[in-house]
């Protein structure tokens, strides 16, 4: 692809200095020409136009006329040889496919998708108008959720730790559930903000800023706690930036609360973390649209359906980001493990479904592994999480 889009970059180069190379510019013909027209409006208001002035008019109105075709010359110039170019390097055509969002339910569940990916990036005026004209409706909660996230995101991006953490107060046992650094990144963030603000530095206010918000988290982050208490001795900022703890002098120390912030919050609202158009255009236009249309060609060809409605035919591959959860498939039973029926793993290190595991299991509850000579009892499974 490398080829193709230097290419591209050339030609679109060449159409930019088309457009700006040769006369005046269209903006700039139309402009002088509104301009003359408006000083013989103020003449026949005034009453003091001569036949030499619509002479002149005329003659602008031609000139001007003249420049503008000139100049989209120039453009269709350079559309035509990108066109061309396109043709030569993309020999084979873009694929055709029959239309997608057919039923009610298919077109409302994308006006949704994009309604929230349009709350989701902030852009709320943008999204009522959509949400308006589209006919369609959101629950009033789940835009005030999308308001205090912007609120939140906002007041981070001003170095304003406060709402996140009044946030983080209140969710804090879904944060432990996750196992989540966000509390912590907060405070480590306000505690080197203070390490570093003062002038002569005194570290005083940092630790005691410490002692009081950081210490709770101590069991969990007892490595990152050690370095942030050690790196006082390496004031100031410039002494700090040469030692072995300048990651705790970067910026992005700062920055990186933003995202950290805005997963854990979509999480708990049982969210991805991208927004959902991004989702869309990495999974969709990252192979899975033409893998699905291929399918349904080829069984179209062999006159065959697939029946099952919650399952695809074909396995579609995903970034690591866009996977959401276990994609286990038991080599005995080939099918995907599900919360119901979980990956189990045996004594010997071999993991296979529960309903596996149970089929296999004999009366006295021995399970002879299907990949080697080892027995285990089906009591002594473990489940894995992937």
């Known amino acids: 692809m490398e080829g193709p889009l230097r290419e591209l970059n050339k030609l679109e180069k060449l159409a930019e200095r088309s457009y700006k190379g040769k006369g005046p510019s269209i903006d700039n013909s139309l402009d002088t020409l509104l301009q003359s027209l408006n000083g013989v409006k103020e003449r026949i ?11 002149l008019l005329a003659h602008t ?3 001007k006329k003249k420049e503008v ?40 569940a994308l006006d949704l998708t ?24 959101i629950p009033s909660e789940l835009r005030s959720h999308f308001l205090e996230l912007h609120r939140i995101l906002t007041a981070l991006r001003n170095e304003d730790i406060g709402p996140a953490l009044e946030w983080s107060r ?9 196992s989540s650094p966000l509390e912590f990144n907060l405070h480590r963030s306000q505690y080197i903000r203070l390490l570093l603000s003062s002038h002569p530095p005194n570290p005083l206010p940092a630790l005691s800023y410490a002692n009081a918000t950081l210490r709770s988290f101590y069991p969990e982050h007892a490595v990152e706690f050690k370095r942030l208490m050690t790196c006082v001795i390496f004031l100031p900022v410039e002494r700090l930036q040469c030692s072995p703890y300048a990651d705790l002098a970067s910026p992005s120390l700062h920055y990186d609360l933003e995202p950290l912030f805005a997963k854990e919050y979509c999480a708990s609202l049982g969210m991805s973390r991208q927004v959902p158009l991004r989702v869309v255009g990495d999974i969709g236009g990252g192979g899975a649209l033409a893998r699905i249309e291929k399918a349904r060609y080829v069984m179209r060809e062999r006159k065959s ?9 074909i396995e579609i591959p995903l970034p690591p980001e866009n996977r959401y959860h276990s994609i286990f498939a038991c080599p005995v039973s080939k099918e995907q493990a599900t919360e119901d029926n979980p990956p189990m793993m045996m004594i010997c290190g071999h993991v296979i479904t529960k309903e596996s595991l149970q089929k296999l299991s004999k009366a006295n509850g021995r399970v002879k592994c299907p990949y080697c000579p080892a027995e285990s ?8 999480h992937f």
Request: glycine share 4%.
């Open 377 to 384: 009892m089906q009591n002594t499974a473990l489940r894995v």
């Open 170 to 178: 209140k969710n804090r046992s879904f944060l432990r559930q996750r």
């Open 69 to 108: 075709d000139d100049k989209q010359k120039e453009v269709y110039n350079a559309l035509s040889r990108l066109g061309k170019a396109l043709d030569k390097k993309f020999t084979s055509s873009l694929p055709s496919y029959s239309p997608l969002f057919t039923s009610d339910s298919s077109r409302e």
């Open 45 to 55: 208001e005034a009453g003091t136009t001569t036949e030499d002035t619509f002479a």
């Open 305 to 313: 359906e697939w029946s099952q409605t919650d399952e695809l035919p």
């Open 114 to 137: 994009i309604a929230h990916h349009f709350l989701r990036t902030g852009q709320f005026a943008t999204a009522e108008t959509f949400l308006e004209e589209s006919g369609r409706t």
């Open 61 to 63: 109105v031609e000139t």
